[in-house]
């Protein structure tokens, strides 16, 4: 029999699906018609003027991605060989690539055992004369203690740059992620709440990063203030890169950002199907499901539940693996990787994370998620624990 005329074959559940904005099409075709298609363009001005008074930033560059803005801001925080950033080591690995490649050295704190968050009651210990700059992490879109943070980044003169890959859109006491530090970095990569496929931003928060910010990404000369008509003629002017996206992509993405508020409304309706299904497991101390603390507005990036220990986690991934649901980990930890044992890191170091990264599982999360799909996901995780 044809699959499609089997009633009893499943189809597989993603783990994401990027969704498409109603103008998207029509925006990127009329980028594409309109023969300007390198980066600064009409679309790449309404996203970076969008972002900046939605988050009320002082400025925001488009990038090509996350990556590239911290990149970028380890340029501006002047990093050098021998400097050490603070920041957690359960995080992607561009948070800490980005301050390798200038020679400096991340130090890795553990994480808090609610939010997952870099744990800033353990960041004092870990300053010394080197360290340079705080790099908190916002994991599944849930805001770092930053009144704390930056009140330690003070008393010790540090820079603090918010990984916000995966906080756009979410709020910290009311103050929009990626406007509390000096600097913050947004992704707008396929698996992001809002996408452009490949993307990011530099927010910038302090007055004296914005004229050499601009001339980072762009490959270190002076061009965004040649077609401002600031200066007669552009050249190079400091170090830099080609961090500038393609105006086609600022035009998927300004799709996406002026209907922000929509695409939240649905992944916190599924975020919160989630959570009524699975509180009888976790009321039943079988699994433990997100923290979201009163003073942080969640964007409803991810959904995770935390099992008992690895092996239970394996197995429950393979359980709904065999119900065609794609659930996978997170991540490994930095300070226990081959390339993080460089920086003196060994497994027994940061215990929190350790465990998290053994037991956390994530559960398919975007938009479109029906609630039949989710009903199905939760009846496979209590199905498995019978
Ligand atoms: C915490 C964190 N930082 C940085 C990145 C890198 O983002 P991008 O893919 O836009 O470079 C990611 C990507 O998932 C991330 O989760």
Redesign the pocket.
């Known amino acids: 029999m044809a699959a499609a005329e089997d009633q009893t074959v499943m189809d597989t559940i993603p783990f994401n699906r990027p969704c498409v904005a109603d103008r998207e099409i029509e925006y990127v075709t009329q980028a594409i018609r309109s023969g300007r298609t390198c980066g600064d363009g009409p679309f790449s001005k309404q996203c970076q003027s969008l972002l900046e008074s939605r988050f009320g930033a002082r400025k925001a560059l488009l990038t090509t991605?996350?990556?590239?803005a911290?990149e970028m801001a380890a340029l501006l925080c002047g990093l050098e060989a021998g400097d050490e950033v603070i920041m957690p080591s359960y995080?992607?690995v561009?948070?800490a690539n980005a301050v390798v490649l200038r020679g400096a050295r991340p130090v890795f704190v553990d994480i808090r055992p609610d939010t997952l968050n870099l744990d800033e009651r353990l960041i004092e210990a870990a300053i010394t004369p080197r360290t340079k700059a705080i790099w908190p992490?916002h994991y599944a879109g849930v805001a770092c203690e930053m009144d704390e943070i930056n009140a330690i980044a003070r008393r010790h003169n540090l820079r603090v740059v918010e990984?916000a890959?995966?906080g756009v859109n979410a709020s910290y006491k009311g103050q929009w992620l990626g406007t509390l530090g000096d600097l913050g970095?947004y992704?707008?990569?396929e698996?992001k709440n809002f996408s452009s496929g490949?993307?990011?931003a530099l927010v910038i928060n302090t007055e004296e990063f914005e004229k050499r910010a601009e001339v980072l990404r762009e490959k270190g000369t002076n061009r965004s203030q040649f077609l401002r008509g600031q200066v007669d003629k552009y050249s190079w002017v400091d170090v830099g890169s080609s961090y500038v996206p393609s105006d086609i992509l600022a035009a998927g993405l300004l799709a996406q950002l002026q209907v922000m508020d929509a695409i939240t409304l649905k992944r916190r309706a599924v975020f919160q199907s989630y959570m009524r299904a699975l509180a009888s497991l976790q009321d039943a101390g079988r699994v433990r499901l997100p923290i979201v603390p009163d003073h942080c507005q969640t964007n409803f990036h991810m959904f995770y539940v935390l099992t008992a220990d690895i092996d239970e986690r394996t197995a429950l991934i393979q359980h709904l693996k065999s119900a065609g649901i794609v659930a996978t980990f997170h991540y490994v930890p930095l300070h226990a990787s081959a390339f993080g044992a460089r920086f003196g890191g060994k497994r027994g170091d940061l215990p929190i994370t350790e465990s998290v990264s053994d037991r956390l599982i994530r559960l398919p999360m975007f938009a479109d998620l029906t609630e039949s799909h989710i009903n199905r996901i939760c009846e496979a995780i209590t199905g498995f624990y019978g």
């Open positions: 991605s996350c990556t590239s911290l995080t992607f561009s948070t992490v990984d890959a995966q970095c992704s707008f990569h698996t490949e993307g990011g």
